[in-house]
């Protein structure tokens, strides 16, 4: 059984350009949620894709945007970049978008922005 | 709106000591599901337990304990005769089972640095 992965693994951007993140969720599991975690903090949920639509977004402003592919693999957009966005971006993945399934993390995208 | 505080920052212990790292929760919702997830330095989190807003019942897994005790909304994890390779980043986390908005996203606390000296 293939676990989550994402890539790249780390990434370097500069202000104002945009990015996209990837991940491939573990086999079986249609639900892909995206957490950013900033140096010494918790992951704060950003949004997750059900069956390839949004199914709930946390508090990120509209250029932070997704997409959830048939295959349910999903990227994270993110435009117009700013120096706060400088983190490590989680992609998880459950079988389904209930709160109680358990949600398997990747090892994360790391991303600085200049 | 849902909230984790893991109040204790950073924790260092000798090798073979037992060490407690506390979480206390906030919700609205009747029921809700309660995680802990440790990170190592690689940066990937890992899923340790679940556990469900109407099932009390303490649970042990070799060296870890888990104490929920819904009357003071705590979810604590007990490691026994910790090792170095425990050395971590632990979170405690906390999602809703109602149905609607917040249902299903993960809500985490700051984590705590756990240093195991040998």
């Known amino acids: 059984e293939t676990g989550v992965t994402q890539s790249p693994t780390h990434l370097i951007k500069t202000r104002g350009q945009q990015v996209t993140l990837r991940c491939s969720s573990q086999?079986?599991?249609?639900?892909v949620s995206w957490y950013q975690q900033a140096l010494g903090q918790g992951p704060q949920f950003i949004f997750q894709?059900?069956?390839?639509?949004?199914?709930g977004r946390g508090n990120f402003p509209p250029r932070f945007s997704g997409l959830q592919f048939p295959n349910y693999s999903s990227e994270l957009n993110v435009n117009a970049l700013e120096l706060d966005d400088s983190a490590l971006y989680l992609c998880?993945?459950?079988?389904?978008?209930?709160?109680?399934?358990?949600?398997?993390f990747g090892p994360g995208t790391r991303l600085t922005v200049l | 709106a849902q909230k984790v505080t893991q109040a204790q920052t950073e924790i260092s212990v000798v090798e073979k000591e037992d060490v407690t790292l506390d979480c206390v929760y906030e919700?609205?919702?009747?029921?809700?599901?309660l995680f802990w997830y440790k990170q190592p330095p690689s940066g990937e989190l890992v899923f340790l337990i679940r556990r469900n807003s109407f099932d009390e019942q303490n649970e042990i897994s070799g060296r870890y304990s888990w104490n929920f005790q819904k009357s003071t909304s705590s979810f604590n994890f007990t490691i026994t005769a910790s090792q170095v390779v425990d050395s971590a980043v632990y979170f405690c986390a906390l999602s809703g089972g109602d149905s609607g908005a917040g249902s299903y996203q993960l809500t985490f606390g700051k984590g705590t640095k756990l240093s195991v000296i040998p």
């Open positions: 998880a993945s459950s079988l389904t978008g209930l709160g109680y399934n358990e949600q398997f």
């Open positions: 894709y059900y069956r390839e639509e949004e199914n």
């Open positions: 919700t609205r919702d009747t029921t809700y599901y």
């Open positions: 086999s079986g599991h249609n639900t």
